[in-house]
């Protein structure tokens, strides 16, 4: 079973940049669905990207689309998220989620890391 550890979150002023971190450990898979939701207060857990590591698909949610940018480093098992341009809307837990179906919906995921919180102060 993989597990997820997500790391970066932290206090930032609107406009700046943070890099969030997603680390898989155990057994990893290439046909992985990779993705990055989001959850305010309150709020639904919405997608803020989707990569397929089979297909090298990507989505990006429309609010982060151009702001967003997903990379990684396949000898770390490692998925980043970088965030550039941000805004208090941006202000959330963000959570790292691994699946086997490409999808938008949080539900079509099983495995999850713990979440790391994104404060953007205006």
């Known amino acids: 079973q993989v597990q997820l550890v997500e790391s970066g979150g932290g206090l930032v002023q609107a406009g700046g940049s943070l890099r969030l971190s997603c680390a898989a450990s155990?057994?990893?898979?290439?046909?992985?669905?990779m993705a990055w939701f989001r959850q305010a207060p309150g709020q639904e857990r919405d997608f803020v990207v989707i990569h397929s590591l089979s297909g090298n698909w990507t989505t990006y949610a429309d609010s982060v689309k151009g702001r967003f940018t997903l990379s990684g480093d396949d000898a770390k098992n490692t998925v980043y998220l970088q965030m550039n341009s941000l805004k208090p809307e941006d202000t959330a837990v963000y959570y790292c989620?691994?699946?086997?179906?490409?999808?938008?919906?949080?539900?079509?995921?099983?495995?999850w890391g713990q979440g790391t919180l994104v404060t953007v102060s205006s």
């Open positions: 155990g057994r990893t898979s290439r046909g992985y669905v």
């Open positions: 989620a691994a699946g086997e179906k490409y999808s938008i919906l949080a539900r079509q995921y099983d495995i």
